[in-house]
């Protein structure tokens, strides 16, 4: 079975960092895709970053550009979310997932994708 196992969150003031790891079991990091997204209640799941495993080719949404690293570590089965510099409006629910791809459709692909981590909440105050 296919599984997304998520952690990191937590409660850090405006400037701190944290860092997300996502690790996989039931498969193995070879040519696939995983990535970040993130919701806060009532709004519509945002795209943050993926990266390629095969490749390490990656995308960022605009406003986490410059500030969050996104990385992987085959060996381990392993995607990790370094995010610096966080703000309160990165205050969210993060949701790792798998996909066949990263690419600048990740956003838009939230509906499709079926394997999904349990979500960490990151707070970030003023």
């Known amino acids: 079975e296919v599984q997304l196992q998520a952690s990191g969150g937590g409660l850090v003031q405006a400037g701190e960092s944290l860092r997300l790891s996502c690790a996989g079991s039931?498969?193995?990091?070879?040519?696939?895709?995983l990535g970040w997204y993130r919701q806060v209640p009532g709004k519509e799941r945002e795209g943050v970053s993926c990266i390629n495993t095969g490749d390490g080719s990656s995308w960022y949404a605009d406003g986490v550009k410059g500030r969050f690293t996104i990385s992987n570590d085959n060996a381990k089965n392993t995607v990790y979310l370094q995010m610096d510099t966080l703000k309160p409006e990165d205050t969210a629910t993060y949701y790792c997932?798998?996909?066949?791809?990263?690419?600048?459709?990740?956003?838009?692909?939230?509906?499709?994708?079926?394997?999904w981590g349990q979500g960490t909440q990151v707070t970030v105050s003023s």
């Open positions: 997932a798998v996909a066949d791809r990263c690419d600048s459709s990740w956003p838009r692909r939230y509906r499709y994708l079926e394997v």
């Open positions: 039931g498969f193995v990091f070879e040519d696939d895709a």
